[in-house]
């Protein structure tokens, strides 16, 4: 059976009432946006890496395996799964926030930046299922469902520079198989502005971290910081 509920936390969950709604609404709209990428094939699909070149889609992953384990902790009532949620919500949750941030941003600047020629321009809902849909139900799940999240500030630092070195590594790779990249801003940037880049894009995803946490604080309340016990009085010689 599922652990005590933390007091902080808001709803309860796991559970098969509103826990289960969020996740199984959650497990639609990320399948039909997989559905959509078997559904309406392009020269990607054939590529090395598949659609698992774009930030997009591995954040559209993490994002299905989190609502996957919550759903089976829902059903299940087993802590082990809920755990493992939480455990991949605290990255996922942000990386989804950055790819809505980066998205919609660049897009506002010049779409040609993260949209090729070649690419036809995508439904709106189809769009925002892929760029806004999962950072929202995320953020609902964090914040709702979740106990606090504990992470100190240097490990939020090292974890989205950890990812962001992951990723660069990742689209060069497939960019040495392929000769192009799955976003075209990146062909534009010789390597010391995709150093800015992919920096930014740490900084933001700390930054979303510290604002997920302020609003999960702002709703629930903060843990109480528990003093250090006084040390014991050193006995007279």
């Known amino acids: 059976m599922s652990s005590e509920r933390h007091p902080l936390q808001r709803l309860p969950s796991p559970g098969p009432g509103l826990s289960a709604a969020l996740h199984v609404v959650g497990l639609i709209s990320f399948s039909s946006s997989f559905k959509y990428l078997v559904d309406h094939p392009n020269q990607i699909n054939d590529s090395y890496g598949w659609h698992m070149q774009y930030l997009t889609i591995l954040g559209l992953a993490a994002a299905t395996l989190a609502f996957a384990l919550g759903l089976a902790a829902d059903l299940t009532g087993s802590a082990a799964p809920f755990a ?7 990255g996922a949750a942000p990386l989804e926030l950055v790819v809505s941030v980066l998205y919609w941003g660049l897009r506002l600047v010049d779409e040609r930046l993260v949209l090729p020629d070649w690419a036809p321009r995508l439904p709106l809902a189809v769009d925002l299922g892929f760029h806004a849909a999962p950072a929202l139900v995320l953020a609902l799940d964090l914040v709702l469902f979740s106990p606090p ?3 100190p500030p240097a490990r939020t630092f090292a974890l989205s520079a ?35 880049l992919f920096s930014a894009a740490a900084a933001i995803m700390t930054l979303s971290t510290f604002f997920l946490d302020w609003l999960y604080a702002a709703l629930n309340g903060r843990e109480p910081v528990t ?9 007279a010689l």
Request: hydrophobic content about 60%; aromatic content about 18%.
């Open 149 to 151: 999240p504990a992470r």
């Open 227 to 235: 003093a250090p016990a006084p040390m014991a009085a050193k006995k």
């Open 84 to 90: 493992a949620k939480n455990a991949i919500a605290i």
């Open 162 to 196: 950890a990812l962001a070195l992951a990723y660069w590594f990742w689209i060069e790779l497939c960019f040495a198989r392929n000769g192009f990249y799955p976003y075209p801003i990146f062909a534009l940037l010789t390597p010391p502005w995709r150093v800015a």
